[in-house]
């Protein structure tokens, strides 16, 4: 999927999964739509219920999910994926509508990025996306609820839009990271040091920023078991 993402001097991709196949998933697709000219970009950092082989199944199920919706269905806006793809999913996992709900979906950011009109847009399930825009981290939220079975009444997710600037750099993160145990104490790296980190490497090239990431982790990490997997995703405009 690399091959349909900017320059590789633009952006990092960190992977850690926890086990050989992962619950976690990263989806990046070029797609130009018909009568049009301008290119959409869509990346996808996406956190499914569970790891190991039962993660790796919704993964696959999302990634199927995310070619038929953008590809075959022309659906645009990242919010009309996530509200497609959530009822493609419901659907898959529940299909005669039983009172017995599944539990399983993923939380994920999807970005559409437009990079002539220097435009994202993007919708958030559970996991925000961060910004750092000249030396000041900007938090967009999340939606609270997941792509899949919800409690409560299932309602869209939100359309959010950012007009881009040059030297922007966009997060966007599963939980894995912040969530792992170590350091002196054994305790979570948190997002608080997460956000940190993220300012502190700011200033260095994707692919640097990429290697101080990954140490920072081991070395919080040290003997300790890895307990989820982990994706980060880095790009830069």
């Not at 697709?29 to 956190?47: F, K, M, R, V, W």
């Not at 997060?171 to 350091?183: I, L, M, P």
């Not at 305790?187 to 640097?208: A, D, G, N, Q």
Request: hydrophobic content about 35%; some cysteine; charged content about 30%.
């Amino acid at each position: 999927m690399e091959a349909n993402l900017p320059d590789p001097k633009n952006f990092f991709i960190l992977y850690r999964p926890k086990d050989i196949v992962s619950g976690d998933f990263y989806f990046a697709q070029s797609h130009t739509p018909p009568g049009s000219n301008d290119e959409i970009l869509y990346i996808c950092t996406a956190d499914c219920t569970g790891h190991g082989v039962p993660g790796a199944l919704m993964s696959m199920l999302g990634i199927s999910h995310l070619n038929e919706t953008i590809t075959e269905k022309n659906i645009l806006r990242p919010d009309a994926v996530l509200n497609d793809i959530r009822d493609g999913i419901i659907t898959a996992l529940n299909p005669e509508g039983s009172d017995e709900e599944a539990k399983d979906g993923m939380d994920c950011v999807l970005c559409a990025y437009q990079f002539k009109k220097m435009k994202l847009e993007f919708a958030a399930a559970n996991n925000p996306l961060w910004v750092v825009r000249k030396n000041e981290l900007i938090e967009y939220k999340a939606d609270r609820m997941p792509v899949g079975i919800s409690k409560g009444v299932i309602k869209p997710f939100t359309h959010q839009e950012i007009e881009l600037m040059k030297g922007d750099i966009i997060y966007t993160f599963s939980d894995g990271y912040a969530d792992q145990f170590g350091g002196p104490k054994g305790k979570k790296f948190t997002y608080k040091r997460l956000e940190e980190k993220f300012l502190e490497v700011s200033i260095k090239p994707m692919e640097e920023q990429k290697i101080i990431l990954e140490k920072s982790f081991d070395d919080w990490k040290g003997s300790l078991e890895q307990i989820d997997d982990v994706l980060v995703i880095g790009v830069r405009i």
